[in-house]
DNA sequence: TTCAGGTGCAAGAAATGACTGACAGGTGAA
DNA sequence: TTCACCTGTCAGTCATTTCTTGCACCTGAA
């Protein structure tokens, strides 16, 4: 997995998932193995919606995977763990990610806006 | 140069600085050459004031190095060449780099807050 | 039924980031 | 002087992220 070179789009959108702490304390401890939202929560000392918003966005780029399973006791339970990435930055893999970006065109439309 | 491993802090600083096309954009043109500031401006194709301002977050992190020199014709111009960084991210690395993040203690003071 | 513990989603405040436009200063050449 | 370059910064606006609060749903155990 973790393609590598990523696109331009591909590399924003890691690295603003990165880019905050409650998200790169949430990478390292799933690192140290699995867990579910409720749980995780406590341990990073985050409120639970919170943790959520984080972890959605973490597993939109792929960072992290989810599956919701059932405890022995039939609680539906959300289980987090870490995708095993590797990510090699240097101004020349920066410099190819960079020809794949897509452009701003400030001039047709708006943007490429995905509404829903 | 470029601490490897990074401190929980520098790295969120590193990555948020990354996590954005046009400084992406700016990483990937210096790397095939310093320039300077308006020329840059117009190869990229934004406003001089807003990759001023790209170029300032670029250089707080150390991605960048900015000089001030003076051309033949007197003129002043500030070249910018990239720092040869390498960024190794893995699981093990976001782990090890965030046990030193400072603490968001909302409680006592407002933070560890380090003037220069 | 009530409680505890799990899941999810959504509205709205608060903080941060991105961007434009305008201004001020410097030089050399026409 | 005026023009064409270069440098910088500030005020204000708009868009995006971040975070809280509160709701609705599920299950098993007391």
Redesign the pocket.
Known sequence: MTANPPTGDELVGVL?AM?????LRILATLAGGRD???????EIG?????L??????LEAVGLVV?S?EL?D???????FEVADFVLHLTPSVVAAAATTLTP?D?EKGP?P?EHS
Chains 1, 2 share one sequence.
């Not at 579910?36 to 406590?42: E, K, N, W």
């Not at 985050?46 to 919170?50: D, I, N």
């Not at 006791?73 to 289980?79: I, L, T, V």
């Open positions: 603003s880019a905050n702490p409650i998200r579910y939202v409720s749980h995780l929560a406590r985050v409120s639970r919606p919170l959520h918003m984080h972890l959605q966005r989810g919701l405890s006791d039939g609680k539906a339970m959300k289980y701003s400030p943007a806006k």
